[in-house]
Nanobody, 126 residues
Framework: QVQLVESGGGLVQAGGSLRLSCAASGRTFSSYAMGWFRQAPGKEREFVAAISRSGTRTYYADSVKGRFAIARDNAKNTVYLQMSSLKPEDTAVYFC???????????????????WGQGTQVTVSS
């Protein structure tokens, strides 16, 4: 069992930056691949980024590539999402998720993930 708690969301102007954090409970954090997803009002949850267990492989949605960066610190049981050059269309609730059986072909599939956090709101004003 893994519990995930996101933090770092807030209101930022377009062009600004935010760093989201996701703290995981338990001693097996390094056994999980981690992902970030987001969901805007009236829209489906969409993939943002993912990172392998060791942190050596990262994956991004085309819409955030070059602007967002995912990283993890297994010693701190935490995964991060550094967001830069934010746009109003990045406004959403951001969720982190943990995947026990990582499959690179399924990183963007929400149902591949076993545990989810409660989400943190990110609002980008124009």
């Amino acid at each position: 069992q893994v519990q995930l708690v996101e933090s770092g969301g807030g209101l930022v102007q377009a062009g600004g930056s935010l760093r989201l954090s996701c703290a995981a409970s338990g001693r097996t954090f390094s056994s999980y691949a981690m992902g970030w997803f987001r969901q805007a009002p009236g829209k489906e949850r969409e993939f943002v980024a993912a990172i392998s267990r060791s942190g050596t492989r990262t994956y991004y949605a085309d819409s955030v590539k070059g602007r967002f960066a995912i990283a993890r610190d297994n010693a701190k049981n935490t995964v991060y999402l550094q967001m830069s050059s934010l746009k109003p269309e990045d406004t959403a609730v951001y969720f982190c998720a943990a995947d026990r059986s990582f499959d690179a072909q399924l990183v963007a599939t929400p149902t591949s993930y076993d545990y989810w956090g409660q989400g943190t709101q990110v609002t980008v004003s124009s």
